[in-house]
């Protein structure tokens, strides 16, 4: 593959092909793609990335869609037939890496399972990202967001007591793409000291909950207690938690030590009583107790502004924040002051998107446009030596396609 100009990232120069789905396989190449990589997303000819469906908030597109794939190029291929696998291998000759979540058993179906890809590709990283590992009883199971946040508990302290919920963001897939990212990185790195080139790694969504769950299996385990969740609060520490405030705001003020809490007991409350009294000298009393501290706080805050409550909260040195829906982030000040904002491309139209979390001195992340299924398809069948009466073949045949469905 060609190699991009300097400057383009730390990832400049390296192919990702992606055969991906929904998000976590797209949160990870997407991110490598944040970081200067090339990514190929492969999808097929009739309907592409289901993903591209699931609404079309965005000039007629789908808002999870456009928030993974930017920057990537798509290539619609058939990886089921022969002429469509051929040009697959063809791209895998020229690629470093190679990111798959398909469905259980699709990769050995294909011919691109690990053993497959160790001796016909001996240089590749290849990541698979699977929802329960191998080798156990669920190994076969389809695995989403939710099912995989349901199994490992992450329902069961979300929420109130009675009232599970899954957490609003998608953890499991977000977090097993990014943990793929990682691993991706590492065998980079390991590649370019000379070590084995080819890596084979598997992320399953499963296991990245369950290391999620870390703080909460620790102590179940330890303790035999399942904490009840609180809310919009913590089991671990009180107190912490949401209040609202005379303006109708909701303030979120936290504590997570004993000076803490008698800063904000005898400072911001004015409540030296709380400050002395023995029950909440120490975390674990004031968890026992956290109804009573919760009403303590929730009375003054509902005396005051909420400007005021994080004025004061700022000046004793105790955490607090703004609670905020959706849409007071996306005209939230502070990612306006600090131009986190950036207008890309997509078959609908220009969309403002995000820019990536890291900040790198010296470069900026390409945010390259939002690719129309198969807008890529000639183009790289071109650059893989494939003539025009070939690419004309395989489109007659079904092996390769371009353009979204009527």
Not at 44 to 63: E, I, L, N, S, W
Request: aromatic share 6%; hydrophobic share 40%; glycine share 12%.
């Amino acid at each position: 593959m060609d190699i991009p100009p300097d400057g383009c990232g730390p990832l400049a120069g390296i192919t990702v092909v992606a055969l991906e789905q929904a998000v976590s396989a797209p949160l990870c190449t997407r991110t490598l793609g944040d970081f200067g990589a090339r990514v190929v997303k492969i999808e097929h000819p009739r309907g592409g990335d289901f993903a591209r469906y699931y609404d079309d908030v965005v000039h007629g597109q789908a808002a999870h869609f456009v928030w993974l794939n930017r920057g990537k190029e798509s290539v619609a291929l058939d990886v089921k037939d022969p002429g469509g696998s051929a040009v697959l291998h063809r791209l895998l000759e020229r690629a470093d890496v190679l990111v798959s979540n398909l469905a259980p058993g699709a990769t050995a179906k294909l011919g691109i399972a690990r053993d497959d890809l160790a001796a016909r590709h001996p240089g590749l990283i290849a990541v698979e990202i699977d929802g329960y590992g191998s080798g156990g009883p669920l190994s076969g199971k389809r695995a989403y967001d939710l099912l995989v946040q349901a199994e490992s508990g992450a329902c069961a302290i979300t929420g109130v007591a009675g009232a599970p919920a899954k957490p609003g963001p998608p953890m499991a897939d977000a977090c097993t793409g990014l943990y793929a990212a990682l691993s991706i990185m590492a065998s980079l790195v390991g590649a370019g000291r000379g070590r084995q080139s080819g890596a084979a790694v598997s992320v399953s969504m499963f296991d990245t909950m369950t290391e999620m769950m870390g703080y909460a299996l620790n102590y179940t385990r330890h303790s035999g207690i399942d904490q009840e969740p609180v809310g919009m609060g913590s089991p671990a520490v009180a107190p912490y938690g949401a209040y609202r405030t005379a303006d109708g705001h909701t303030v979120v003020l936290g504590t997570t030590n004993d000076r803490e809490w008698q800063r904000l007991a005898r400072e911001l409350i004015d409540r030296p009583d709380l400050a002395d009294d023995p029950r909440y000298r120490d975390n674990p009393g004031r968890v026992a107790h956290r109804a009573v501290l919760d009403e303590a706080i929730a009375a003054w805050c509902a005396g005051q502004a909420m400007a005021d409550v994080q004025r004061g909260a700022d000046a004793v040195g105790i955490g607090n924040s703004r609670y905020n829906t959706p849409g007071d982030v996306v005209a939230h000040p502070h990612l306006a002051a600090r131009d986190r904002w950036r207008t890309v491309d997509s078959p609908g139209g220009p969309i403002p998107a995000l820019l990536p979390p890291p900040v790198v001195d010296g470069w900026e992340p390409p945010m390259g446009p939002i690719p129309a299924l198969g807008a890529h398809t000639d183009a790289v069948l071109a650059e893989l030596g494939y003539t025009a009466p070939e690419i004309t073949a395989l489109r007659a045949s079904g092996a390769v396609g371009g353009g979204d469905p009527a």
